[in-house]
């Protein structure tokens, strides 16, 4: 007859065969039960580290925000005009916080599906005040849909 302890036993027999055992735990080590000698140090050394990369990552990523903007002015289209296959007009308003200062802006005309058929750089010479507004003419190599200024493409004028 065989015994509860006698089907365990051979139970664990089985299973150490199959999968192997483990490897009694070394001293001062955890043995996977939460009876550490030195409980939580591989779990704060995860934590300290985890909070180091974050604190990393955050400086980088305000870092990029803060310093990213180099534009010293911004364009923006007030009208345009397709006035036909080989020309766009449009009109464009600069605004910049120092008149006083020439910047070069980039306009583009745009097609159906959004790609560029034609561009200019557009210098715009200091003023009095703060807000300038141009006709650009753009040459195009394609029926244009739209004229529009490109997102961050106004920087300073290089002498």
């Known amino acids: 007859m065989t015994t ?10 089985r299973l150490a065969r199959r999968y192997g055992t483990r490897p009694a735990p070394r001293p001062g080590r955890d043995a ?8 939580g140090l591989g779990r704060r050394a995860a934590w300290l580290g ?12 305000v ?10 002015a911004t364009a923006q289209v007030v009208s345009y005009e ?6 766009t007009v449009v009109q464009l308003a600069v605004t ?3 008149p006083s200062v020439a910047v070069t802006c980039s306009v583009e005309a745009i097609d159906a599906s959004l790609a560029q058929v034609g561009a200019r750089v557009v210098e715009v010479p ?16 394609a029926r244009a849909e739209q004229g529009r200024a490109l997102e961050n493409g106004c ?5």
């Open 96 to 98: 910049r916080p120092d």
């Open 155 to 159: 920087f300073a004028a290089s002498d």
């Open 126 to 141: 200091a003023a009095g005040s703060r807000t300038t507004t141009l006709t650009v003419e753009i040459a195009t190599y």
């Open 32 to 39: 996977g039960d939460g009876s550490d000698s030195r409980p």
């Open 50 to 61: 985890s909070a180091a990369v974050a604190v990393v990552i955050t400086a980088i990523v």
């Open 4 to 13: 509860s302890a006698n089907v365990s036993s051979a139970s664990a027999d």
């Open 82 to 87: 397709v006035t036909g296959p080989e020309e």
């Open 63 to 72: 870092l990029l925000n803060v310093t990213g903007d180099d534009a010293v």
